[in-house]
């Protein structure tokens, strides 16, 4: 059974930087679109990230555009996210997703059928 596990999740202050990752176990995602979205209690989840599953396409929320970055490594079955200029603003619980079908790419979270659990990122101000 496939399954996604977010790590690098923490408590920055605002400015300062992490780096997400996500390792996919179970079957090799190599040919499919994987993206983050985050979520804060009581909003819905939202799109941060995606890439595609070569990794030459990728697209950002507006809000996390020209701070963050997303890239894989499909030797390894992993995303990650580097986030950069963090604010307080970004404070949330993200999630690594991945697409149901191969070879497709989505801002839309009805288009990922695999989920991870999700790692809280808090930034202080």
């Known amino acids: 059974q496939a399954q996604l596990v977010e790590s690098g999740g923490g408590l920055v202050q605002a400015g300062g930087s992490l780096r997400l990752s996500c390792a996919a176990s179970?079957?090799?995602?190599?040919?499919?679109?994987m993206a983050w979205f985050r979520q804060v209690p009581g909003q819905e989840r939202k799109f941060v990230a995606s890439?595609?599953?070569?990794?030459?396409?990728?697209s950002y929320a507006d809000s996390v555009k020209g701070r963050f970055t997303i890239s894989r490594d499909n030797a390894k079955n992993t995303v990650y996210l580097q986030m950069t200029t963090l604010k307080a603003e970004d404070t949330a619980v993200y999630y690594c997703?991945?697409?149901?079908?191969?070879?497709?790419?989505?801002?839309?979270?009805?288009?990922?059928?695999?989920w991870g659990q999700g790692t809280q990122v808090t930034v202080s101000s």
């Open positions: 890439i595609s599953w070569d990794g030459t396409s990728t």
């Open positions: 997703a991945v697409t149901t079908l191969p070879f497709t790419t989505s801002m839309r979270r009805s288009n990922y059928g695999y």
């Open positions: 179970g079957r090799a995602f190599n040919n499919n679109g």
